[in-house]
């Protein structure tokens, strides 16, 4: 059983379409993430919180500690958010931060 | 801003040979990291380094793998003996501390072993 689990595995939408990316987990974590990874294979940070929410533009990221569930929204989707969105984790007992990532959500914005 | 450097982008080897991965971590940064992601697959944790060693590695990680920072600039992850299933993206990354800070991620390298 994957420890991170994101769903839906693809997801479309038209331009100006509200997006959400569901992240479950299943280990103790100190923090978890979100990033993004574009077609070229480049990974870039979004979010990483460990409680509450965060907001970034048109990005919106919560988490629900005691139901170990995050969200991903996008408000106002345009074609550029193309890409595939993983959620990641810092499990609680590492001696360092590494991340424990999903699989990822492919999303696709069309025009 | 200034960002993780991968290189080359794309590596290609026969198996059974050695190949050496090159990152240099963003300058202030503390604590580096190997991940891999085979074709179609998740992003999965090699290796973390911190004060000049090893901090944590993965089952993945065998005897056949080894990191070093030899400069205080680069840092690199070596493959002694390839094989036809180390083909993957390999992303090099680094944070500034360990705890609670966003890893900041290299481009990738596209290791492909022939």
């Known amino acids: 059983k994957n420890e991170v689990e994101q769903s839906p595995q693809n997801l479309t939408a038209q331009e100006g379409e509200f997006i959400t990316i569901n992240c479950s987990y299943s280990v103790g974590i100190s923090a978890l993430h979100w990033l993004q990874q574009h077609p070229g294979g480049g990974i870039v940070s979004l979010f990483m919180?460990?409680?509450g929410k965060k907001k970034h533009g048109r990005l919106i990221a919560t988490i629900n500690i005691q139901e170990k569930h995050s969200s991903l929204h996008i408000t106002a989707s345009h074609p550029r958010d193309s890409a595939v969105y993983i959620c990641?984790?810092?499990?609680?007992?590492?001696?360092?931060?590494?991340?424990?990532f999903g699989t990822g959500t492919r999303l696709q914005v069309f025009p | 801003e200034p960002e993780v450097t991968q290189t080359p982008s794309h590596q290609v080897t026969q198996m059974g040979q050695e190949v050496i991965l090159r990152c240099v971590p963003i300058s202030n940064h503390l604590y580096f990291y190997w991940y891999r992601q085979i074709l179609g697959q998740k992003v999965e944790f090699l290796v973390s380094?911190?004060?000049?060693?090893?901090?944590?590695k993965s089952e993945i990680f065998d005897d056949q793998f080894s990191v070093e920072r030899p400069d205080g600039s680069n840092f690199t992850l070596k493959i002694r003996s390839t094989k036809l299933e180390d083909s993957a993206m390999y992303f090099c990354?680094?944070?500034?501390?360990?705890?609670?800070?966003?890893?900041?991620f290299g481009d990738g390298t596209r290791l492909s072993i022939l």
């Open positions: 990354a680094s944070s500034e501390m360990s705890a609670n800070q966003p890893q900041h």
């Open positions: 380094f911190y004060n000049n060693e090893i901090s944590e």
């Open positions: 919180l460990s409680s």
């Open positions: 990641a984790v810092s499990p609680w007992g590492s001696n360092t931060d590494k991340l424990i």
